[in-house]
């Protein structure tokens, strides 16, 4: 059976488990603490960077979610997650990269980040530019680039909907808003769904990792 390496808080990690859970592929969950247990000899032979998620199917070892979502979608198709049309293709790409690479990084200042600082000023901005960059690629579509769920869905689902912890309002994004409630209703959402408790224990290890002297 297919093994998922992962530690349930992590945006990264979840985006995996959804994809499992939106497509019905059984699944040996593997939990890391992420206290050290990631770098313990047996993890490191698996993923010498020692990060999650992780996935071995069938003997073949996969790290990066995104190339992970990828080989799910390849080896499970049912029911697709990505469109093959080039333009709907692309804005699944575009969304997954933009998530990766402009947002899911400044939402880290935001948590470890005194309110008062230029840093926090500035993250708050930039992850303004991607929803409005978002809510025009969304346009009237239910989902990123299909009528229906998408990898780029999965992706930007884990990060968007969190972000009024996090002290950015989505009510002045209402089609980002509309959209994360439509996430909100799928089963899958509601089984990963990070408890305001558990969010407080993600943010204070996220600022324990910013203090640790390096
Ligand atoms: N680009 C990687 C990021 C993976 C990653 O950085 N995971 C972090 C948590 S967000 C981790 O496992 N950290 C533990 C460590 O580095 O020791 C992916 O998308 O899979």
Redesign the pocket.
């Known amino acids: 059976m297919l093994k998922f390496y992962y530690?349930p808080l992590?945006?990264?990690?979840r985006?995996?488990r959804l994809a499992l859970l939106e497509k019905g592929i059984a699944f040996e969950p593997v939990l890391?603490s992420?206290d050290g247990d990631?770098?313990q000899p047996e993890f490191l032979e698996i993923?010498p960077?020692?990060?999650?998620?992780?996935v071995v199917d069938d003997g073949f070892r996969i790290?990066?979610?995104?190339?992970?979502l990828d080989y799910l979608e390849a080896k499970y198709p049912t029911p697709t997650l990505l469109p093959t049309q080039p333009e709907a293709l692309a804005t699944v790409r575009m969304v997954e990269m933009v998530t990766?690479n402009e947002l899911f990084p400044q939402t880290i200042p935001l948590i470890y980040e005194n309110e008062e600082s230029p840093t926090f000023a500035q993250a708050k901005q930039h992850i303004d530019k991607v929803l409005e960059f978002f809510t025009q690629v969304l346009g009237d579509s239910p989902y990123f680039g299909s009528e229906q769920l998408t990898l780029a869905d999965i992706v930007a689902g884990t990060v968007v909907p969190s972000l009024p912890r996090l002290g950015i309002n989505l009510n002045d994004y209402p089609k980002l808003h509309d959209w994360c409630g439509r996430l909100m209703q799928r089963e899958a959402w509601q089984k990963t769904d990070v408890s305001a408790e558990d969010f407080e224990q993600f943010k204070r290890k996220v600022r324990a990792f910013f203090s640790e002297p390096t």
Do not use: M, W
């Open positions: 530690a992590l945006p990264v990690a985006r995996v890391l992420l990631q770098l993923n960077f020692h990060h999650v998620p992780v790290v990066e979610s995104l190339a992970i990766a």
